[in-house]
């Protein structure tokens, strides 16, 4: 099995509800440092998994839509914690409808999963894994 | 799946016995920096595979009762290396227990599994991985 | 010269006024690991610049005045762009007046200097300088 | 499931075939930063997944024959790309052959597999995974 | 003094000539993360040293003259050892007179000085300093 | 001026005295990531601060002399704490030494300083810098 790892990062703010996450029930903020690993079982024509350059731009294209954002202001998150994992499946899911829309080519239909880790400091991180 | 994983560490003494470890058979010593990675299938209610601080706060204390110590000294460790493999599986079993003791709380029991890794330099580290 | 620095970090809220800003405008966030550098020509006594236990106590008193808030919502930011350098020497001149009340021994009166950084990505740090 | 891995590096001049590459396909180079993890379900009778000294002699071995070379240059390599995923094959099927060879010792024979990864850059990198 | 930090990278091929230089004295090749330091005395009005994302645009572009290159085939270089530390020099006068052009605004020149390190591996690094 | 910068490590065993080393005052031990910078004005006529093989070569010298042992027991360390930021002086001046005597050949002694920086943990770092 092979796989390619492009990384990125996103500025957000945020809030939890629930007591379990103590003073993070304020508003509060964080860095995403993000790793986007694309999985395949044999490598394309061109001896690779996915161009690192088309990797890097999806990547990038999915950050955008929420980086330097209010995520407690954004619908598609109402009434849910965006909480380090959850973003986790939420890039991984927007990146995997973008694959299947051929963001990736014909080629990036061939990938077998997709692995996002949001590293939300130098001592905690998250991630969410999928088939594609 | 889901994961989260926390970033601690631990500087300890220890000293191995058989020929292939050469010069490590002196007492000597080590900074392990370790990383505990809890997986599960899906997230609980507060939309987290475990909370962070919580998670923190068990790998603490599980690393507390090896810090600054000899681990020659050690009755749990006698008549074994403590090689950092060794040491990844000895961490990871001791969170087990906790976890099964219910030391993350009844949402701990729905995990699934457990990675621990000790880095034990920039160009050596070790894992165990195991079911929870 | 003899340095020690300590690592930690804080995850805020902000927002900055000004159009070189551009979308960091808007209310967004960011982590901060934060690294303290302690200067001091000699050792002391037990033979270290400051005991890293007590370094670590004080960054860590000192972030938690500003961990998981929005600082926008700071009368001491009032006016000003919270911008990573700002924050820097921020940090930085709350650690020396603590220095200067004691909190770190008669030692800590005999430090020169101080450095803040703070990294706010995995492409991007700011740092202060200053004399104690 | 245990593991141990093993860091080192290399640093190789080639260009790639193929429009998708774009400028990579003048002649560049990189320094390759090469992770080569062991895996074995049971520790050895000295209770070690493999020895780290003779686990980072046999990469270094497999390095040292691409480390200050054009790969383009390569008979080996006539007629491919020589792209990150497809060196971290190569690196992993010769130190598996020379694991087969006996160079890990018999206890090399137990292990169960091997993932290698190739970090391009500080935000790429590419791994290959199989079994032994 | 205050200090801004962004990171990029290139990816270059090169010889060197001289005995020192070993095997290296065929033809390689490096990635090179590359850290530009912006060092000012006191912050602008906009509480900044310089915009992060001015930054980063300058380093990128004096980078994008060197990527994907062989540097032996660059007149600029004819003559000369492409060394990290020469390179770093290289790196830092071509921000250095894009500051004094304009590059960075008015603000740019303001700044008192740059530091350009270049890393060539996880264990070994280069840089040089100059004032602006 | 310039700057190269190498990196090793050692693994070592000690102890403390005095109270406000707590804990640390029991038998522990320690990973030293190393970092050795050598500083120079101007490159010399192979357009280097210094060989980043040959300097390497040195440092790794210096360490194998303290490298797994229990620094308790040394002879040159009698009476005094081994604390991270006073080993950091030792390892400087060791290569100091080295380089006076020629280690680093005619062009080390148009060194102008060194810098050696000890790292204890991924959060906690001591340096020591001298002329030369």
Known sequence: MFSVTV???MMIAHSFEGEVF???QQLHGATYVVDATF???ELDADNIVVDIGRASEELHAVLAELNYRNLDDDDAF????TS???LAKIVA????????AGALGDGGRELD???VTLHESHIAWAS?????
């Open 39 to 41: 999985r395949r079982a």
């Open 84 to 86: 380090t994992e959850a």
């Open 78 to 81: 109402a009434g849910m914690n």
């Open 22 to 24: 103590g003073p993070a």
């Open 93 to 100: 899911d927007r990146l995997a409808e973008r694959i299947a």
């Open 128 to 132: 969410y894994e999928r088939r594609l």
């Open 113 to 115: 999963g997709l692995v």
């Open 7 to 9: 990384r990125d990062h």
